[in-house]
Structures are given as structure tokens and as C-alpha cells.
């Protein structure tokens, strides 16, 4: 243990598993809404295997699905090694979380319809019968979150209140996450 997290008087580390990790990642997924999605690239990927990608749901077993273009790099790259990571952020100083897993693609059909919104036209002008529409699925494998356990305002007021009396006051919570 560092020695800030020594410093600390309150409980600030929690491992979650199981339903309780599942139900963190489609927490903390919902506010950030996107993710950094990362790939093992291959040669001449013009993305270096790391793209923004909106996350279309965080299913109750914390899966994430995603849709994407079936000619694209990021298709490419999880056909050839499935192993992802995804990086999360839910706000400026909180909902930090990262994500292993494996990535699967398919092309079902209601699984699309399930997941499609309008906007989406944007990429795939066809719209939601558009051929070039795959899903992923994400199924975590382990993880590691970062979080305020009461919300950005309490951690802030306990903040300035350890500066003020020269406490360690920090309303951080973190731990692995095992779905």
C-alpha cells in the first residue's frame, strides 16, 4: 500500500466480483457513454490499434456492445486477436475505469436493430439495414476501476477540508473488478 492510501482513515479500497462488478461496469459506462477501445494493431493500422467508440449498452452480465463497420481496422485488428482493453472515463475527477476483455463479432440482425439509433445514419448511410453493420461484443475479463463514493461535490469538500487541517480526507474508492 502507498503511502497515501496509508494516510487515509477510511475504508477507500474495494475488490468487487460477480453481479456486484457487473453492476460497477454498466454504473460507471452509463455516465461515460464512451470508451477509448483499444486493439493489437496491425501493421499499417492507421489508428495504432486505439479508437474513441460511443458504447451502444452494458448488458446486466456487464458485457459492452458496440457497432461498427465490418471493413473497419478495428474489425480487422479483433479478428486476428480478440484480447481488448477498453478505457473509460465518466467525468473530469471521477468514474475512472479500465477494462481487459474479449471481443466477438457478428452481424445478428436483431442485436443490430436492438442497438440502433438514428444518428447513426452518420457512419452507415444505409441506415440500420446497411451491410456493412457488425456487432461487437465485449465480455470482460478483469478490470480496475476508480471512483468517489459520494459524488464529486462530497469529495471535494473533503478535500479542502484535509488541506485545511493537513489530513489525508479523500473520498476515493478503487479495486479490481472480476465479472
Not at 489530513?167 to 473488478?177: F, M
Request: proline fraction near 4%; include cysteine.
Amino acid at each position: 500500500m502507498d503511502s497515501i492510501n496509508r494516510n487515509q482513515p477510511e475504508h477507500n479500497r474495494e475488490d468487487l466480483a460477480g453481479t456486484d462488478a457487473a453492476a460497477r461496469i454498466r454504473e460507471m459506462t452509463k455516465d461515460a457513454e464512451s470508451c477509448f477501445f483499444c486493439t493489437t494493431p496491425l501493421s499499417g493500422s492507421e489508428t495504432g490499434g486505439t479508437r474513441p467508440m460511443a458504447i451502444e449498452e452494458a448488458d446486466a452480465s456487464g458485457a459492452l456492445w458496440f457497432l461498427s463497420a465490418s471493413d473497419s481496422h478495428k474489425n480487422a485488428e479483433i479478428e486476428a486477436d480478440p484480447a481488448v482493453r477498453l478505457y473509460f472515463q465518466a467525468s473530469k475527477h471521477s468514474g475512472f475505469l479500465a477494462l481487459d476483455g474479449h471481443a466477438t463479432i457478428s452481424r445478428d440482425r436483431q442485436r443490430i436493430e436492438d442497438l440502433w439509433n438514428p444518428i447513426m445514419k452518420t457512419w452507415f448511410t444505409e441506415g440500420k439495414d446497411d451491410p456493412r453493420i457488425t456487432v461487437i461484443q465485449v465480455k470482460p475479463t478483469g478490470g480496475y476501476y476508480w471512483d468517489n463514493k459520494h459524488g464529486d461535490f462530497v469529495a471535494a469538500s473533503k478535500m479542502v477540508v484535509g488541506a485545511a487541517i493537513g489530513k489525508t480526507l479523500d473520498d476515493s474508492i478503487e479495486g479490481r473488478v472480476s465479472p
